[in-house]
């Protein structure tokens, strides 16, 4: 079968057999049972890896060396978990549980792709958060919301698509350790509402038995509203009793035709989505519902934390989107029940290049919490520019809230170390898409991968992830995986520098998100405003403003309320700063502007320098590729620089030091 | 038949009689013939107005009293003319053709539709433009470009649509003089490019045939690119024979298929559209080629002169697309073969609130010319907003270029007063839908009305064509007549106040054209900026800045040029003006903004006090949408006058003078 589709890291090219070869002559099995399907699929990943990368036939039966793969219940493994020993010429798999050497192989088959010797390996490994998801946009009808590679392979035609492209998927994903996916947009709407129905049933249960071949649950975004739009209620109050009645017949139903099912994702009273509000309920009302009934199949409720009024009034100054997150859910703290997660976005605006941290992480003490990051390029570049994130995941991750001495930054917080709880983690808003190489710019895969890899092992480094992938999906010559780090690694502050820098946000083309627009959200009622006039920019969001500051624990709220004290990076969103302001660079503030936009697009030429020069050197599809969304990126770096700031030399008045062209 | 729309002006109802009474008893023909198609609807159209109105049945007689419809030859009356004389109880209509006697028995009604008596009355009317046109800009898929009165009633699923609706449409236009109409898209894509292929011809000649019973010559939209979408050769090189043998055997085909055909409206080299350029030609090469092929058919070319470079780059203060119409058209003056039009906007950009008159108008001396206005309301209120169009248009015709002595008003250069051409007159982008009222505002029908009356007669004032339409619409009683006159003449300056006055345009939500957004268009390829910074806005467009100023005759471009002596009207259209700039009233011009934001909100609050001093006044479906419209309408205003006042405020740090609130 010809597949339109590449196989990103998993694409099991020859490789340098680094002396791996020992290792995969044979593979026996001790304590799992090879009918078990992700047994079986470890089993065919390791066949598939030895032949592609070593031109390894692999035997199945027992020998003194080769790969053994072996069910253990020592301590130091956890669920999931597993551990790499090498002694011998043999190469021991050991995991408590199917999902966990699945994990293991996938490991193993990591270090022959990426050329690493296995010999003398001894490391257990055990993933550091409970929940790893992937969340897709995707739309019934084909379309992604917010999706930058091409159609949906989820569904097409109202459709739900299963094929070869949904087993790579689970290949891929489960590779990095991801096990929850949820396959339809937070905006549950027409065709979509009807998944949880016998209209989709087959199809949707055997995209969830793919999943479970590879050990990820499988989830659903939930419309609130269902009953109403379904054969239920004309209500979706969740307290009305015949409510109740209705999602209590629909869940068993629905449970008993997905056995795979994990629960659902629910966006409720946010955009224009309906929810418990409607009905004078709190959120908790309508997520303890749901819970309650799920409960008995061992289901859970994701509940976003995305509620704010998104119909504000621009001349309002006192009402604060970036407040909203925090308002509307910290009053109940505590109230939610133990198979309900909130799901918070990881700012408090909306995936902007840089934001604090929301304060609902480790704000919220005694609830389940899930953080949300998005791998899709939103506001990052449309994966035509190159915006490498797991820099920006390690400072999220890396956060400290102090909410609890010594265990309280936000990896702490929702991997369960600071609270004790096990239903938590980490999702992210996917970034695949039909195109060819999954991400539209073959460099976005990066963060495809490293979302994953950061997901089970908090402690990686955003750059030991972009070389193992590099290694595994374009080179392992030094050289090229240097020039690729030099790209990935300060392609975030260089996409900062010039467009928003300083934690401004926003400024972008309305709707779309892709390219400038410095009013085009200033008059708007989306609460996204930088209230620039002709002295200076920034929210004032202090004490003496909308007082979100105030809602960090101490010292953040201290750091924060202070000009002088408040990070730069994220100077704007917290203060209106006169334009004279200066810098501890010594700069002032519109001089940093000036300066911000125009290094910014000079990186961008440098970066395209780098690229150019690994022609020949890598695949030439991959090069053309990546080549092409460069000189986009470079426009549109140049539209940036020259619209921000000819903005605010029209608006100050203050001319570039340097005298460089202003429009 | 239930039919789901009105019929505004000709609705028929009961009126006092004023003793018109004895004309309408019976009628006779004199030297027409009752078999010809426009006679025959002339006929039929006095026996319905007087049923409804006067509750007569007329008897077709000859009679010593009555309406005598005559056939002459007198030399007062012109090709379309006609008299209307009353003596002794009998009213004779007399006109050189049908087209005439058809006006002149709409005449006559419309004066019993006012509750005006036609006792003695002797009147002799001649059309003022030859051509008198509506341009239709709908798509086969029945949605309208820049449409805002429901979807197309021309077409539906790509299929042309033939009912009683285009009959009385074509009586309505045909009461107040429109003799041509175009009924698709300029922008002629997709299906529309088939229109002239057998594929639609049995249709659309149904179409044509129910106008030419009302004396309306029927044009289509054409692609230039047809022989490459069609079965012709790749190419539309208007030099290249193949191309032309092409149009030959097409137009043979096109005009014996639609036997009303009167020619095609083509938008070449524009936004996209195909056209000569493309090969190297020019404007007129492709012009006169289809020109010399339709000439055998009677047909003609109405080719528009909407010819910019809509990919510019805004840092780029040379290029003004203001210059673009006059640059592309003027050196081929004369080159035009006898039946070419250049049908030209009433302004350099795009139907702006206030712009000059094209230097095109009476700059071309050798050209046949027509000018196109916007009855449809795209940069004017989207028909939500009140904008009674009429005086605009009086000003365009009233503007007086210079071209030549004495006769060098655009009224007189259109009408062919000037230069004694024949093929000339008068478009206009019609506002129509199929909304139950034709144009989603009511009052908007006052529009559609009027641009036709005054392109039959330009010496008929706003005021004039208000009261007729208000008392053939809505009442012929005084105190409603002076309400809405008090509504619809002041509103188009009204609207101006709240939004762009002083010439400088634009401002608008970039692709929808309604609501505000100061830089929605600042930083586009559009050409359409106001280069406001922190010491003034507007465009030079004089000797020293664009030269735009220079395309006209003297001395409109001395006038122009200079800051003391351009209409203050016209201010920022011509001239970058600080903020600080004193106005002939004393005020500033950043003062004069504040106040003319503030007040157009004002006037738009008395406005809508009027129109609520008619409820039980005047038909209760009319007042309820009026007044829904008017709250949007007021909705609108007050964003404009926040969002403008705001952004000058903030770019300007000049406070209002009256410490009014601005944000």
Same mark, same amino acid.
């Given at each position: 079968m010809k597949r339109e589709w590449t196989q990103l890291w998993l694409k099991y090219e020859e490789k340098k057999n680094c002396g791996n070869g020992i290792y995969f002559e044979r593979l026996w099995i001790e304590g799992f049972e090879l009918a078990h399907p992700i047994v079986s699929n470890a089993v065919k990943e390791v066949k598939m890896g030895a032949a592609g990368m070593l031109g390894l036939q692999v035997q199945e039966e027992q020998g003194t060396t080769g790969l053994c793969l072996r069910r253990t219940d020592k301590n130091t493994i956890c669920a999931e978990g597993y551990a790499l020993t090498e002694q011998d010429g043999c190469l021991t798999v050991e995991a408590r549980d199917e999902k966990g050497l699945l994990y293991g192989v996938f490991h193993a088959l990591r270090m022959v792709a990426m050329e690493k010797s296995l010999s003398g390996i001894r490391l257990v490994e055990n993933p550091?958060?409970?929940?790893?998801?992937?969340?897709? *946009?995707?739309?019934?009808?084909?379309?992604?919301? #917010? $999706?930058?590679?091409?159609?949906?392979f989820f569904f097409e035609n109202n459709q739900v698509v299963v094929d070869e492209r949904t087993v790579d998927y689970a290949r891929m994903v489960a590779s990095v350790g991801i096990n929850g996916m949820v396959i339809n947009n937070v905006n549950v709407k027409n065709c979509a509402t009807w998944l949880i129905t016998d209209k989709y049933f087959d199809e949707v249960a055997k995209v969830a038995d793919i999943f479970a071949g590879y050990g990820i649950k499988f989830f659903l975004?939930?419309?609130?509203?269902?009953?109403?739009?379904l054969d239920g209620p004309q209500s979706a109050d969740p307290l009305d009793p015949e409510v109740q009645s209705w999602w209590e017949l629909k869940m068993e139903e629905v449970f008993d035709a997905i056995p795979n099912l994990g629960g659902f994702l629910v966006k409720a009273d946010s955009e224009g989505r309906p929810g418990p509000f409607t009905y004078g309920r709190t959120q908790a009302d309508g997520a303890n519902m749901l819970a309650d009934i799920v409960k008995p199949y =061992?289901? !859970? !409720?994701?509940?976003?934390?995305?509620?704010?009024?998104?119909? %504000?009034?621009?001349?309002?100054?006192?009402?604060?989107?970036?407040?909203?997150?925090?308002?509307?859910?910290? %009053?109940?703290? +505590?109230?939610?029940?133990?198979?309900v997660i909130l799901q918070i976005k990881n700012g408090p605006m909306d995936f902007q290049i840089r934001e604090p941290i929301s304060p609902l992480l480790g704000g919220l003490m005694k609830t389940n919490q899930m953080l949300e990051v998005q791998v899709a390029q939103e506001y990052t570049g449309h994966q035509i520019d190159v915006c490498y994130l797991i820099p920006m995941f390690k400072e999220i991750l890396d956060f400290q809230t102090y909410c609890v001495e010594g265990k309280g930054t936000v990896a702490d917080v929702i991997s369960g170390r600071t609270f004790g709880n096990r239903n938590c983690g980490i999702a992210a808003v996917c970034n695949t898409g039909n195109d060819t190489n999954w991400t539209g710019n073959d460099l976005a895969a990066a963060n495809f991968y490293g979302f994953a890899r950061l997901a089970f092992n908090t402690g990686l480094s955003a750059e030991e992830i972009a070389e193992e992938w590099i290694r595994m999906s374009i080179s392992c010559e030094q050289e090229v995986i240097d020039t690729i780090l030099g790209i990935l690694l300060p392609s975030r502050e260089i996409y900062e520098n010039y /467009?928003? &820098?300083?934690? !401004?946000? *926003?400024?972008? /083309? &309305?709707?779309?998100?892709? =390219?400038?627009?410095?009013?085009?959200?200033?008059?708007? #009622? *989306? +609460? /996204?405003?930088?209230?620039a006039d002709h002295l200076g920019m920034g929210v004032d969001r202090t004490d003496k403003g909308t007082g979100y500051a105030q809602q960090y624990h101490e010292p953040n709220a201290s750091m924060y309320n202070d000009m002088n004290t408040c990070p730069e990076e994220l100077l704007l969103f917290f203060h209106h700063v006169p334009y004279t302001w200066k810098l501890k660079s010594g700069k002032t503030l519109i001089q940093h502007w000036y300066d911000s936009h125009f290094l910014g697009v000079e990186q961008v030429e440098e970066m395209i320098k780098?690229? @150019?020069?690994?022609? =020949?050197?890598?695949? =030439? +599809?991959?090069?053309?590729?990546?080549? $092409?969304?460069?000189? #986009? %990126?470079?426009?549109?770096?140049? @539209?940036?620089?020259? %619209?921000?700031?000819?903005?605010?030399?029209?608006?100050? +008045? !203050?001319?570039?030091e340097q005298g460089r062209r202003i429009y």
């Open positions: 550091d958060n409970p929940l790893r998801m992937y969340n897709h *946009w995707d739309n019934m009808d084909g379309s992604i919301e #917010r $999706g930058y590679s091409g159609k949906s975004s939930l419309n609130f509203a269902a009953p109403m739009e =061992g289901g !859970i !409720i994701i509940w976003r934390c995305f509620v704010y009024n998104c119909t %504000q009034d621009w001349r309002d100054y006192k009402t604060d989107r970036a407040r909203a997150g925090y308002d509307n859910f910290i %009053q109940m703290d +505590g109230d939610y029940h133990d198979n /467009t928003t &820098p300083m934690g !401004i946000g *926003w400024m972008v /083309t &309305p709707h779309e998100h892709y =390219g400038c627009s410095v009013d085009g959200y200033e008059y708007s #009622r *989306w +609460g /996204t405003y930088h209230r780098a690229w @150019e020069s690994l022609e =020949g050197k890598i695949d =030439g +599809g991959v090069y053309a590729t990546v080549r $092409g969304r460069f000189d #986009r %990126q470079l426009h549109n770096a140049k @539209e940036w620089r020259d %619209q921000v700031n000819s903005y605010f030399y029209r608006k100050s +008045g !203050i001319a570039d």
